[in-house]
């Protein structure tokens, strides 16, 4: 699959408001902790990849984020597989990858139409928004025609495309 992703830092209230207005329907909240890991044999900060174990309420999920595809959004091709957390670490670790960071969040997500919209609260962050669709990796052509449909939906809830921002959380934290 290719997840087809737009991020911008907002606030959430005025957000909610306009996804209420619009009809969208809140599909639940969830706290997330994610756990990204490194490579022994090349350094997923230069290749623009993502290794990382996420725990939602016990259950955890490896997800393998590939480069990003595009100049605009956060689209890349993503693998994830249900694991067990401390084994899947442990694995991991066995194989010479090593911790690179912690990211904990509180995500709101929503849903209108074929997008998932994600309400992030970011320790240490503050505010985000991100918005989604699925595709499989046949129609990667129409990256371009998905994109522009989440920025014109942002559009609508009076977020503009030049406040898109390409950079992963994990990588903001490191920054600061």
């Known amino acids: 699959m290719i997840e087809i992703e737009v991020k911008v830092r907002a606030g959430h209230r005025q957000v909610k408001d306009a996804l209420k207005n619009m009809g969208a329907r809140s599909i639940g909240v969830e706290k997330q902790s994610d756990t990204y890991y490194n490579a022994p044999h090349r350094d997923f900060a ?7 174990i996420r725990c939602v309420n016990g259950t955890s999920v490896l997800t393998y ?5 595009d100049t605009l959004s956060k689209t890349r091709r993503e693998f994830e597989t249900a694991v067990e957390g401390d084994a899947a670490r442990s694995i991991l670790l066995s194989l010479g990858f ?6 904990r969040k509180a995500r709101e997500i929503y849903r209108y139409q074929d997008f998932i919209i994600c309400l992030d609260t970011v320790e240490t962050l503050g505010e985000f928004v991100e918005v989604e669709l699925m595709a499989d990796d046949d129609h990667s052509s129409n990256l371009e025609f998905h994109s522009k449909r989440i920025f ?25």
């Open 98 to 103: 090593t911790q690179s960071g912690h990211v």
């Open 65 to 69: 984020k590939g480069k990003k595809l």
């Open 152 to 176: 014109d939906f942002l559009e609508k809830i009076g977020i503009h495309e030049s406040e898109s921002i390409r950079t992963s959380y994990l990588e903001m934290m490191l920054e600061n």
């Open 46 to 52: 230069e290749t623009d990849e993502a290794l990382r």
